[in-house]
């Protein structure tokens, strides 16, 4: 596109970018409508079950969200062997994610399930929602190697530009999840254990198509499927930096959970909605990010730093004015939306107030996961990691001020502002130099 008019090239970019942005928007939504669903479902069950499904999700994400650099890093290399021409290494780096995913699955299942009544204590729930916390999160823990199978198979065909397939394996499994919940819940009686067994055999499921897709692939490129150790410690290695960053983020949402936890019943009940819908928000903000590490990869491999600059620049602007819209759509939505969730008076005012500081954040948000996105497909791990860490430096007093101060969800959701505008201004700093542009199939 070198001298092509700039409307031209903008058109080029765009089309781009919504090749893979508009599947992976779906794919992505359908990811928090898994908690969504299930909290629509329980919350009719009381209060104290939608409390032990917040602080059990909250628990549950953060030991699964710890390995999401199985997709991100898998991502970014697949892509990059893309944009350098040799499909057969592609596939085979993500084969090794794939594995990597299986190893780290079993070893959180024998580590996780004697150590469940410690994690819902260190939530700090109280007596009357601790049972059900326990109960979904023991549940719940049989399902990682399928969610991480999940993870490591949506990073390979990422990669390879290919994120229609994750969105058809997404609305799949969201559409299995509900039904099932609706009839362990609804129709059986099994309470908040239902949900949790919906869930476990929905992401079961989805892995094993993801294992399906991916086979083919490596048929056809004629890649080996076996374990290699080399690329098991190359996978691992180059997930470090990504699960600092991912930690950082980690400890910003359980520190979140936690204090929410210990305001009080309502108040966990409120934030586990309110956090549910950032989340839904978050995961369609990021699906320009996934276009954005497919796409950066890509042209980095290739040794195109001009075409990664430029998509760069479109990405942002998609991201700010994605953000814009979803604000206003809050607004929109806010006066019958925690109807859907509850029927608590008490719970329904702090949503309500929570959804105008969401709201007012999606702007910045949009900026943040956009380039977050872009640097992850850079390969740019270790100034995440470091920035991450620091905004959620920046955090951490500042909720624990809120806390002791006695400003409820509005302070900790101002907390949680705080800690994206840390973010955003770090994250374009980097976005205008050129440190990031690293070339070559290898970073």
Not at 35 to 53: C, E, K, R, Y
Not at 226 to 240: E, F, H, I, N, Q
Request: hydrophobic share 55%; net charge positive; charged share 10%.
């Amino acid at each position: 596109m070198v001298g092509s008019p700039p409307r031209l090239r903008r058109n080029a970019h765009d089309r781009e970018i919504l090749r893979l942005a508009v599947p992976a928007f779906g794919a992505l939504v359908a990811e928090p409508l898994f908690l969504l669903s299930d909290s629509a479902i329980v919350g009719h069950l009381g209060t104290f079950q939608l409390g032990g499904l917040g602080v059990a999700g909250q628990a549950l994400n953060t030991l699964v969200y710890l390995c999401v650099f199985l997709a991100y890093g898998t991502t970014a290399g697949v892509a990059r062997q893309v944009g350098a021409g040799d499909l057969r290494a592609a596939v085979r780096q993500g084969i090794d994610g794939m594995w990597l995913a299986v190893a780290i699955g079993v070893a959180l299942i024998v580590a996780g399930l004697p150590s469940v009544p410690w994690i819902i204590d260190v939530f700090g729930a109280s007596s009357e929602v601790t049972p059900y916390a326990h109960t979904y999160l023991e549940i719940s823990l049989l399902g990682i190697p399928g969610m991480l199978i999940v993870l490591a198979g949506t990073g390979v065909l990422r990669g390879l530009q290919d994120t229609r397939t994750p969105l058809v394996v997404s609305i799949g499994g969201f559409g299995l999840n509900l039904l099932l919940n609706v009839v362990f819940v609804l129709g059986l009686n099994w309470g908040i254990a239902g949900s949790a067994w919906g869930t476990v055999i929905a992401q079961t499921a989805s892995a094993l198509v993801y294992v399906v897709v991916v086979l083919r692939g490596a048929r056809r490129h004629g890649a080996s499927v076996r374990p290699d150790l080399a690329g098991l410690r190359t996978s691992a290695t180059a997930g470090v930096n990504l699960l600092l960053r991912t930690a950082a983020l980690r400890v910003v949402l359980i520190v979140g959970t936690s204090i929410a936890a210990r305001m009080g019943d309502p108040e966990i009940a409120a934030y586990q909605v309110g956090f549910q819908v950032w989340t839904l928000l978050v995961f369609a903000l990021d699906a320009i990010a996934i276009a954005g590490q497919a796409i950066t990869g890509r042209y980095l491999g290739a040794s195109d730093t001009e075409g990664a600059r430029a998509t760069t620049r479109r990405m942002v602007q998609w991201g700010a004015a994605c953000g814009v819209v979803f604000g206003v759509a809050i607004l929109a939505v806010r006066p019958w939306l925690p109807d859907l969730f509850t029927s608590d008076d008490q719970v329904r005012s702090l949503l309500l107030t929570s959804l105008i500081i969401i709201a007012v954040l999606q702007p910045i948000a949009g900026v943040v996961f956009v380039l977050d996105g872009i640097l992850i497909g850079a390969g740019d791990g270790a100034y995440l990691a470091w920035t991450t860490v620091i905004a959620t430096i920046a955090f951490l007093p500042t909720a624990l001020l809120a806390y002791k101060a006695d400003t409820g969800l509005v302070g900790l959701w101002l907390a949680i502002g705080l800690w994206m505008t840390v973010r955003f201004i770090t994250l374009s700093l980097r976005a205008r130099g050129d440190a990031w542009m690293v070339t070559g199939a290898v970073r």
